[in-house]
């Protein structure tokens, strides 16, 4: 598979994503929207999964696309294979992937395009260390200014002209507003409850979430605030920001969004294993994590850390994984049922994202592929709360098959890291 914590993109890199970010905001460009697709272990999955993207970036008649995959090994085979169908079909491309010294390519096509690799590390291998090895907003820029340069040249060679290219765009009336609210302070206390920017965690959480399953033995949540990582922690699992709709459904209405403090979920079995899938990142927390990066929590940041002990061999199966982000996500539903009721004067911050239509500039598509196999390389989509769990549909339940959602669905979390 290839795929280790330095290159996995969390759930909360999905919802700040510097690649849909960059090209979201570039009015020299009419974003289409983001292709997410799963990476399926049969060869024969894999053409198909490519062969389908292909048609969809075609029948969108888009003028160029961008790959982006957070894994390696096998899954290149998906990448190039992607790339190839998509340039075939006469559209441009840059591709981003993580390669270093270690991922190089297990075959490889004709003609790849532009590919940028995204490595960090100094001697440029897959670490333990997450958020290391991932998409950072040079890289964004990069891709986002190169495909633009491509598009430019195919069409000057092509002699392409459209209508008057200004920079001017239309907004469609489908908007999403964000509004963040800030939190300096997390206690635990009686309920569950924001009072201005200080975040009350019901301390009676182990006899509300009484566990009764054959995955999960023990769990436990602690506060881990600025400063204060120099402590052990178990295999990092996700990533996740503490957001809910207001109203509306993801990508349309109203989210309500903390800043400062974000949900960090581990896990361990009880024999001492630590889940993974090519490398854990258990660990001392400063050394185990990347902070400061789009998947990882800012050095100010407060951590909610929920450690789940699994049963032993279930940090080794999926519905142990499932069931550890089940019940993370059923405590974070009780700090995001308090931030429903927030007032709106306690906001520090109000962006609204218009749904904008460049009708004459070259037209982009972003393709997601996204891990899609089993147990530690999984990913949701669509559930019922941004970046949570609950409502959530596996893109191994699906298939692995591309689905096409509009940026401002992916910007509102649509999209939930399962592994």
Known sequence: MGIGPSSKETTLHHFRDPLVDKAYNDNNIDLLGIILAGIPEVYDDKVFIADRIADMVSSLRADGAIISIDSWGNSHIDFLTTIDKIRKKGI???????????????????DKGT??????????IETCVVGENNVVDLDAIKAVEILKMKMN???ESLKYTTLNKDSSFDEISNKLTIRSFNISEVKFGEETKIIKDVLFINKKFKETYIIDNKYIKDFDVSIINKGKHNRPN????DIIPVATKLSGNLGYGITNLIEGVTVMLTGVEENGFQPS?????????????????SGTPSKEDIIININVVLKNGHGRTREGIIASNRLCDNITQ????????ISREWSIKEEVFSVKDNLNKNKVIIVKLVPGLGCMYDTGVSPKEPC???????????????????????KDGFVKCLS
Request: glycine share 10%.
């Open 277 to 293: 899938n090519i490398g854990s990142s258990e660990g001392i927390l400063k050394d185990s994590i990347k902070l400061g990066r």
């Open 115 to 124: 590919v940028i690799d995204f490595n960090k590390n100094e001697s440029g």
């Open 92 to 110: 441009e491309t840059v591709s981003m992937s993580f390669l270093g010294n270690q991922a190089s390519f297990v075959l490889d096509i004709k």
């Open 153 to 155: 040249k195919r069409n």
């Open 234 to 237: 178990n295999s990092i699992m």
């Open 334 to 341: 009780e700090i995001r049922e308090s931030l429903k009721s």
């Open 388 to 410: 949570g769990f609950i409502g959530c549909k596996s893109v191994i339940e699906l298939g692995n098959m591309p689905i096409i959602i509009s940026a401002n669905q992916y």
